[in-house]
């Protein structure tokens, strides 16, 4: 055979050898991987069936959880409301017993009526044997005037008659005048029962305000880090706050005077969380005042809940509950304006019910009555005008209206419910200590210094410090330059001249400021 035919054959053999030996090679491999890929799967599986079983677990968990919450929850609103019910019962209770105490004075009345239908029984048999008794002295009249005076009848009958009237008509005026006495003498009686009874259910005690608040320290050591280096740090408060910040001999405390309470009382809170928290500076007071000005609004929300709850008056508008909550930091003549509005409200309810008019009308209107108040120092007008156009504004009853805005003499009250309102202001103005006309007259120079002084185009605020001997005014950088500035605190200075009273000197500083501000991130 030819040896390339050989060759020829030798190599296809060897190559099918080595195609078989791969083929087998890849077959092996193919079935390695597989069996891995199985194992694989089988793992994956039992992992998957692993997490869903470990899920399951969380979930019933979880599930266990929520009903625990949801039972605790019921738990705690199961034992509010039995806490409502028994407070309801006690109420009910109460009402019973005043129900009794009222039938006790119905029956009481109801036995006087008795009685003096008895005594207009008596009367009426006295006149009927008096009337007996005319007619036989009419009798004896006529026949000694027909025997003596040679009279008529009829001239004698009409002589008679004269005199019967003019007698009558004495006796009629003195019973008349018997009645009145008596009428008025039990009205009078009754009006002071009323008041006193209105009074004795009030009966709560007051202490007024002044103008200053004490904060304590908790070492005398906390005064230095109050003042600041070269006093930085009470000026930034008194710039931020507009309240004078006065630290003397006094032991471990430091005071704030001010004649605005709202304003006292920021920077009382302000300056008990600077002092627990020990970073005093004058960027941190800025940032701890503003943070203090933000919640104080959710307060004045809070104080407004917090009255009409107090007098169980449902559906005012929420304008007006924030425009009470104001009124927690207004005074009148030294007397707190939200303390006063509710005892107007106590005390013209207790006397509409004893006089069965409208309770909820008088409570109402004695509440709102100084409404106007809460915005008297920022618009125009006298607070019993303005008080009709907010009530008026925010969907009030013109009863309740009506009733608020006599409380002044300003209109004729035309219902029993306006005649109570104004009874209960003077009632609770007229309280013992409850007013002072000094205060009021030093706070109304106050509040005219920063009137004035806001008054000016361009300032941004101002506040009235150093007991009303200093006034210093912000004014808005752009719009006032510095000669501006030097020029608007000399007009100011005129105008406060020009229309107030007042002994020794006022300085009038005008603060001109411009701040570049950044934050690096």
């Not at 230095?224 to 280096?229: H, N, P, Y």
């Not at 930085?232 to 704030?256: K, M, Q, W």
Request: charge should be negative; hydrophobic fraction near 40%; charged fraction near 35%.
């Amino acid at each position: 055979m030819n040896p390339a035919l050989w060759i020829a054959v030798a190599a296809i053999v060897v190559t099918a050898a080595v195609l078989a030996y791969g083929w087998s090679q890849i077959r092996h491999v193919g079935e390695k991987r597989l069996a891995e890929a199985e194992r694989e799967a089988t793992r994956m599986r039992e992992e998957a069936r692993r997490d869903s079983e470990a899920k399951l677990k969380e979930g019933e968990l979880a599930a266990k959880e929520k009903l625990l919450q949801a039972r605790t929850e019921f738990e705690t609103a199961s034992r509010a409301r039995r806490g409502e019910l028994e407070t309801l019962e006690r109420r009910l209770t109460q009402k019973e017993d005043s129900l009794d105490k009222r039938l006790s004075e119905l029956d009481q009345r109801d036995k006087e009526i008795v009685g003096r239908d008895r005594a207009v029984t008596g009367r009426e048999k006295e006149v009927a044997g008096k009337e007996i008794e005319a007619d036989r002295l009419v009798a004896e009249q006529r026949n000694r005037l027909e025997q003596i005076a040679g009279l008529t009848a009829q001239q004698a009958k009409d002589e008679l008659t004269r005199g019967l009237e003019n007698e009558a008509r004495i006796d009629a005026a003195h019973l008349v005048k018997r009645i009145e006495d008596e009428a008025r003498e039990q009205g009078n009686r009754k009006a002071q029962w009323l008041m006193g009874l209105a009074v004795q259910r009030l009966a709560s005690d007051y202490i007024s305000e002044t103008t200053v608040s004490v904060v304590e320290l908790p070492s005398d050591e906390m005064k230095g880090r109050i003042i600041g280096r070269e006093g930085r740090n009470i000026r930034a408060l008194e710039l931020a706050t507009g309240i004078d910040l006065i630290v003397d001999d006094t032991p471990e405390a430091v005071i704030l005077s001010g004649f605005d309470p709202y304003r006292r009382e920021i920077a009382r809170v302000s300056l008990e969380r600077l002092i627990a928290d020990g970073r005093i500076h004058p960027a941190r007071i800025e940032e701890v005042v503003e943070k203090v000005k933000a919640e104080f609004e959710q307060r004045i929300q809070q104080e407004g809940d917090a009255a009409l709850l107090e007098l169980k008056i449902p559906g005012m508008h929420p304008e007006l509950v924030k425009l009470m909550g104001r009124l927690r930091y207004r005074y009148s003549y030294g007397q707190n304006v939200l303390q006063h509005s509710k005892e107007v409200a106590f005390l013209a309810a207790t006397m509409a019910a004893e006089l069965k008019v409208n309770v909820t009308i008088a409570k109402r209107a004695g509440l709102l009555h100084d409404i106007g108040k809460a915005i008297d120092r920022e618009v125009d007008g006298t607070h019993v005008q303005l008080g009709i156009e907010l009530l008026r504004k925010y969907g009030e009853s013109e009863d309740v209206v009506h009733a608020m805005a006599c409380h002044h003499g300003d209109f004729d009250p035309q219902t029993v419910e306006a005649v109570l309102v104004t009874a209960s202001d003077a009632l609770s103005a007229a309280r013992p200590g409850a007013r002072r006309e000094v205060l009021e007259t030093y706070v109304k120079r106050l509040e005219k210094l920063e009137e004035i002084a806001n008054s000016f185009k361009g300032v941004q605020k101002s506040f009235a410090i150093q007991a009303g001997r200093e006034v210093r005014i912000i004014v808005d950088s752009g719009k006032i330059g510095d000669e501006q500035a030097i020029w608007l605190s000399k007009d100011i200075a005129k105008r406060i001249e020009a229309e107030l009273t007042y002994p020794g000197e006022i300085r009038v500083t005008v603060i001109r400021e411009t701040r570049a501000v950044e934050f690096a991130r």
